[in-house]
């Protein structure tokens, strides 16, 4: 079993940055891969960006691609999302992903923390 908890959303006016976090307990987190998935209101919950557990292979959704930049540290158990230039089209409840295949599918990953609201104003 693995844990996973997010952190680091809030509210920021478009162009603005934040950071997100993801910490992770229970199971070897060093041997998963990471994704970071966004829903927005009435809409499906999306890929954003993916980190294999060596952080050797990592993807982006195109709509945040230049913008975001996903990191890990697996000596701390945590994940990062960095997000630049934030647009309102961002606002979503983010959430953190951990599974055994690093992929832009969120049912390949089998555990999935609470989610983190991003609300971006214009």
């Known amino acids: 079993q693995v844990q996973l908890v997010e952190s680091g959303g809030g509210l920021v006016q478009a162009g603005g940055s934040l950071r997100l976090s993801c910490a992770a307990s229970g199971r070897t987190y060093s041997n998963f891969n990471m994704g970071w998935f966004r829903q927005a209101p009435g809409k499906e919950r999306d890929f954003v960006s993916s980190?294999?557990?060596?952080?050797?292979?990592?993807d982006y959704a195109d709509s945040v691609k230049g913008r975001f930049t996903i990191s890990r540290d697996n000596a701390k158990n945590t994940m990062y999302l960095q997000m630049n230039s934030l647009k309102p089209e961002d606002t979503a409840v983010y959430y953190c992903?951990?599974?055994?295949?690093?992929?832009?599918?969120?049912?390949?990953?089998?555990?999935w923390g609470q989610g983190t609201q991003v609300t971006v104003s214009s």
């Open positions: 980190i294999s557990w060596n952080g050797g292979n990592i």
């Open positions: 992903a951990a599974g055994s295949i690093s992929s832009r599918s969120k049912g390949l990953y089998r555990y």
